[in-house]
């Protein structure tokens, strides 16, 4: 019996995973991860969901995991496995983000909408985030080559508004003001998603770039895109304009990685 249960117990250790690893991340941002591993397949999970992976030789391995901005702060379970069984158990460490928060008082026709335009608003808000989950062929990495444009950033990521005394939906991108007409570039290949003028975003486009990372450019004067269409990294998408709910020329630019809402500049030339 004794026997029996010493080798029971090396059987454990032997599956049980190497030392964690602790990565720190801040809410919206993506974490690059690391892992050396001399299997031939990897998978990495976090929030219940598997997140891409690129074997970088030497049996060296990265992962990138968004953090959407509104995930609780605190730790979190990172699995590595091999089919499934898991060879690694790490930990993400989410810190609290300071985001920007303001207050405004408007007419009350202006902080509601009537039953039309809020059927509108419903519908186009539907089509968009369907391109959310849609398989895009991926890109060999998570990376963006600079930004859609150049200019001041007048809105922040993650900025939270207060209309009446109400909370309104945290600002999931980044605006950034330039001229009406400024050309913008995809910063990263993909395909067209969508294409449509909506209520609140104005002339809209959406790239699915794979790995489950989508982009939104919004407010744009005119496009340069048809739905279905492949665009190379900084191929012109269109011009920035004031188009929808907006109070001057910008362009408001957002990601999703797996549903998460990422702060774009926290992807802009990671690693």
């Not at 062929?137 to 080559?145: L, V």
């Not at 009406?180 to 395909?191: K, M, S, W, Y």
């Not at 004031?242 to 957002?254: F, Y």
């Amino acid at each position: 019996m004794k026997t029996k249960l010493t080798l029971l117990l090396c059987a454990m250790l032997w599956l049980m995973p190497a030392n964690a690893s602790e990565w720190t991340v801040i809410q919206g941002n993506v974490a690059s991860i690391e892992m050396d591993y001399a299997g031939d397949t990897l998978s990495l999970t976090c929030f219940g969901k598997k997140w891409p992976l690129k074997a970088k030789g030497n049996n060296h391995w990265q992962g990138w995991i968004g953090v959407d901005l509104k995930t609780k702060a605190g730790k979190h379970n990172v699995l590595w496995r091999s089919g499934k069984t898991v060879v690694a158990e790490d930990f993400l460490n989410v810190t609290k983000g300071e985001f920007r928060i303001s207050h405004i008082t408007v007419a009350k026709k202006m902080a509601e909408f009537d039953k039309p335009t809020l059927e509108r608003y419903y519908r186009e808000v539907k089509v968009l985030k369907a391109t959310y989950t849609k398989q895009v062929s991926a890109n060999p990495d998570i990376i963006m080559f600079g930004k859609p444009i150049e200019g001041i950033e007048s809105t922040p990521f993650g900025a939270q508004r207060y209309v009446n005394g109400k909370p309104k939906s945290p600002h999931s991108g980044i605006d950034i003001a330039a001229p009406a007409g400024t050309v913008i570039e995809a910063p990263l290949a993909g395909r067209i998603l969508m294409v449509a003028d909506m209520y609140l975003n104005g002339k809209t486009v959406a790239i699915g770039h794979g790995n489950g990372l989508v982009s939104v450019f919004s407010h744009m004067q005119s496009t340069a895109v048809k739905q279905g269409e492949w665009v190379k990294t900084r191929q012109k998408i269109g011009e920035v304009g004031t188009t929808g709910r907006s109070t001057g020329p910008h362009l408001h630019w957002g990601i999703r990685f797996n549903n998460a809402r990422i702060n774009p500049e926290s992807i802009v030339n990671v690693q």
